[in-house]
Nanobody, 114 residues
Framework: VQLQASGGGLVQAGGSLRLSCAASGRFGTINKMGWYRQGPGSQRELVAS???????DYVDSVKGRFTISSLNAKNPVYLQMSSLQPEDTAVYYC?????????WGKGTQVTVSS
């Protein structure tokens, strides 16, 4: 299973970006999907997650600004980011839990200028 994330870039504060993550290969049911980020000098943190049942959760700092989604909780998964702020600057990673195994995609850089 390979995950490919895309959609990062440079945006001004207040702008929006949409990240996408698609899994390829042969695999069964996706249990959970999530987006993490790691800013400069920071630990990787969970930004948003969505279960196979469609239940979403967010870190407090992005609530009301970011939306995680997927069609019927299936591949691919998206992260719509709005009202971006400089503190959202980070490398964003997607993760999918499939059959109890965690798979990570390579990160995509999001840079928000003030």
């Amino acid at each position: 299973v390979q995950l490919q994330a895309s959609g990062g870039g440079l945006v001004q504060a207040g702008g929006s970006l949409r990240l996408s993550c698609a899994a390829s290969g042969r695999f069964g049911t996706i249990n959970k999907m999530g987006w993490y980020r790691q800013g400069p000098g920071s630990q990787r943190e969970l930004v948003a997650s969505i279960t196979s049942g469609g239940s979403a959760d967010y870190v407090d700092s992005v609530k009301g600004r970011f939306t995680i989604s997927s069609l019927n909780a299936k591949n691919p998964v998206y992260l719509q980011m709005s009202s971006l702020q400089p503190e959202d600057t980070a490398v964003y990673y997607c993760k999918m839990t499939i059959g109890g195994v965690n798979y990570w995609g390579k990160g995509t850089q999001v840079t928000v200028s003030s």
